[in-house]
């Protein structure tokens, strides 16, 4: 099955940092868009990172802005997403995925994106 598997998770303290990683298994991310969703609870999965298919023109929920970045490696085909500053409100499972588009720049739109992982869990305590 096509699909990314996303790891990293953890538990943190408010302020601390985690590294997520995902790598795709059944596809090349050649042509994609890629992106990290995440579900709080009681909540819907929102779009919070994404870039484009030649790795510039990021785009980031306002939530996140300036705390958390996002790269990728095509050879790997791997996703990354470094979080800093995290805060309690960052409290979700975590998910990659991927949008083939032809277009240099990406969407936070949940419903374009593909072979979604299983997720990773993000615990932030106050």
């Known amino acids: 099955q096509s699909q990314f598997v996303e790891s990293g998770g953890g538990s943190v303290q408010s302020g601390g940092s985690l590294r997520l990683s995902c790598e795709g298994y059944g596809f090349s991310l050649d042509y994609m868009s890629v992106g990290w969703f995440r579900q709080a609870p009681g909540k819907e999965r929102e779009g919070i990172a994404c870039l484009s298919n030649r790795g510039d023109s990021p785009e980031y929920a306002d939530s996140v802005k300036g705390r958390f970045t996002i790269s990728r490696d095509n050879a790997k085909k791997s996703v990354y997403l470094q979080m800093n500053n995290l805060n309690p409100e960052d409290t979700g499972v975590y998910y990659c995925?991927?949008?083939?588009?032809?277009?240099?720049?990406?969407?936070?739109?949940?419903?374009?994106?593909?072979?979604y992982g299983q997720g990773t869990q993000v615990t932030v305590s106050s």
């Open positions: 995925a991927s949008h083939p588009t032809v277009r240099f720049t990406c969407a936070l739109m949940g419903a374009l994106y593909d072979h």
